[in-house]
């Protein structure tokens, strides 16, 4: 009976080690600093005062691509580097959707990513994530 018990407990914890060991979503586009500021108030983020508004910096990010910042919820801000990870070797950027800037579409191979959604596009690799924090009026964009 122990030995059932011990062989039943190995399986058991096998299965969570398997689980709990899933690889991680591999960051195609490379590391680069980036840490600006911006506040509400600027014109150029006025798009961000309402929900699923978004807006792209140029001039930041890898090759100077751009952040497209996001407003997720009203307490809610997500930046992502606007290359496309799927066209590196181009050095393609995305630009935000006019009519639904809730997403973002790469003008070289059409791929949508939902930045609702993390990033993430239907098929293939989700835009590199960057952390947004509030600092007083303004928010900080860095990695």
Avoid: W
């Amino acid at each position: 009976m122990r030995a059932k018990i011990a062989f039943l407990f190995q399986i058991i914890v096998i299965c969570i080690i398997s689980v709990g060991c899933g690889k991680d979503e591999p960051e195609i586009v490379p590391d680069v600093y980036v840490n600006f500021y911006f506040s509400l108030q600027e014109p150029e983020f006025t798009n961000l005062n309402v929900t699923f508004g978004s807006v792209k910096k140029t001039g930041v990010g890898y090759k100077n691509n751009g952040v497209i910042v996001f407003r997720a919820d009203q307490d809610e801000y997500k930046a992502f580097d606007a290359t496309c990870p799927q066209h590196i070797d181009i050095n393609a950027s995305v630009n935000i959707d006019k009519s639904e800037s809730y997403k973002a579409i790469c003008p070289h191979c059409n791929t949508v990513y939902f930045l609702s959604n993390n990033g993430f596009p239907a098929n293939g690799y989700k835009l590199k994530q960057y952390r947004v924090t509030p600092s007083g009026n303004a928010f900080n964009v860095s990695n």
